[in-house]
């Protein structure tokens, strides 16, 4: 499959993998949609991601963290939006949300590097759910 | 159901902010509005712009006529008894809404994304490509918690569709939203529409066109079977004088001539002046006083007159009264002295007793005859009230003539005035639908239509144009409705040149040439460059700025020979005043002139 705008980190060099995420993160001025897992689920959903970042170089990039133990510290780190805390079910605990959360497939980053929207695993994987994920990001940035 | 509807009105917080932002300002007019109705217009310059109410267009526009489904439905309920749920029709008019405006916002999105793709992608470009995307995606995550029906499906099958072939661009998917969430809207409205429509309501929509007090029906596609109007087209490049205003170079050129021998002011007569210019503005000045004086006496002597009868047939009735009442207690005093005197002498004893039968019947005879006479009088008094209250009303009448009489005239001023500063009052009770006027079903009603207005026939500038919008129930007329009017006026907005006659007041910077006084008067002619408004019909009825060239017939050498002037001038006020500079080819003279275009009559030699 050929992915456009989307950046696959590698699995076995977590180092490397570090790296990658935190220059997306902090240096690249781009819309981003962090995918979780290697699942087909989560394979389904960068493949329907990546056909909604539009043009290659375009102001959106989806990160597929096959192995997302790899990037926990630095995904511990970046803060939610109120849209995200408010999209949380009380029963879950928010501390732990920046970890890696086996409830949670996917989240879009804002410009300013804020967590905008979480695709939990329950929830379907589909164009239209990709596209609300960007549409939040793209509206806080 | 969803309460959906409840989402959109949320979300409308976001929006008010965010796609602010980023729409432009061009939007349809009363975009915040519960009229029906709006217009847009689309110039012959091929500029558009929306129509705020009851202002003004170009003679010569095309006028691009929306009707709001969502908002029909909310007054064609109200208007039928139909019980539409209000706070649907709210949000659906929100996502409507919503949607119109991202819509019109994406070519602006669009021109920042080539910008963005074309850039070294700093974070200075994301965040200028942010501040149009933000309001756009505030706009799309409103529509998205709205849960339209149907809506998610159909984008849903959308984006699938367009992402089969390859990548979508992110304005495209913006656009799919937008428009799924339009579709999603009309899919409501015509479900509402159709119970509306099993009610049979019906919506009829006409316009007309006020020129000088006459009407005439517009043809509105698909809302009637009027035939197109003729074709006239109000030309914006006018340079010759029409036959009023060559009459009046004709009276300047007179006046001209008698002022440079007898200076201005005996020339044209001012007194006279004035005269004519009320008897412009309708108002007969001698003929009103004359009739004010005349009512006057005559509701004075009328006064006097009821006074004066009325007096006396209260006295003449007073005094029958009195001398009745006087006659029976007279008679009643004799019959009284007749019978204590006889009391005292017995033997007249059988005398009185003989006459006391005949006496009696006599009393109450004339008893009988006093009560018939009140009972006359009483009746009489009650004539002469009617007749007062009869007059009275008479002298209220006159009064009321006299008050008429003095207000006409300040009642015709002030209406020269308001039509000066906001057209033409019409009376738009009397604009009927005519029969060629459709009676619609709400579903069927058209959202769009056009009016050419250079398909309606002669006009001028400061005609009228009237639109209605109706509903009614069945096929019963009485039940009809008027649930919207507008009323547009029609000037010259867009550049034109038109003429003007002018009497030209030239002042010489040398004064080698043979001009006495300050001013040389002369017969000339403007062409001037002017451009209406679109916001103040006093601008276009009042002030009527224009910039143009001055030519004048001079004569500085006064030897009967017109030399030519030309000069540049600056008009105010209906041409009424100019003012320029210009220059004498004839005799090499440089000149300041004031020009006025004022509606003199004749010289003061024709009129005596």
Redesign the interface.
Known sequence: MELINTIILPSDDQSLSKDIFTHYVHNEARVLLVVLGKDDEAKALVEKAAKLTGSAGGPRVVIWARKPTQIDEETAELTHGPSVLAAVPPDDDRSELGKFDPKVRAFALSLDDEIRDVIKTDEPVNFLRAFTAFAKAEAAS | MIAWHRAVATSLV?LTG?CGTTSPSSGSSGTNSARVVSFTERDEDNGVQPVPRGHIVDINSTLVIDLDRVKLLRKVGDSASLEFDQGQLDELDVAQRVSKQALDALPLLSRA?DR??SSA???D???A??AE??GV??A??AV?TSDLPGF?AK??ER??TA?AT?????VD?YRF?FEEATDAVDRATTALAAQADAKGVFVQFGGWIVSRGARRPLHLPGFDEYPEGERFVVERIVLELDAAQQAQLKTYAEIAKQANEQGLLAAIDLERQGRALLARLGIDLEATIAGIKAKADEVTTAGAGLADGAAAQLVTLIDGTKRDIDVCLGFARQLIGKYSAASSNPGDALSLVAGLQSDLGELLARSRALEASLKDKVRQLGQLAVQLTAKANELGAEAAKIVQLVRAPIETMIAQFRILTGGQQINTDTLEFGEKVFKLAVGSVPTQTELNLINTGQRRSGDQLVFKLAAGKGDDPKTRRTLEEHTISMFQVLPHVEPAAALVLANPESRTNAVQGDFHYAPGMSFLLKSGSRKSMLYNRFFDPGIGINVAALDFDGDDNPELGVGGTLSMFRDWVQLGYGYNFGTDDAYWFLGLSIPLSGVASQSR
């Open positions: 976001l965010g994304m963005y793709m992608k700093t974070r470009d994301a965040n490509l942010s995307l933000r995606a505030n799309a995550i998205l998610e984008f849903g984006l699938a992402a390859g990548q979508v661009e992110i998917q939203l």
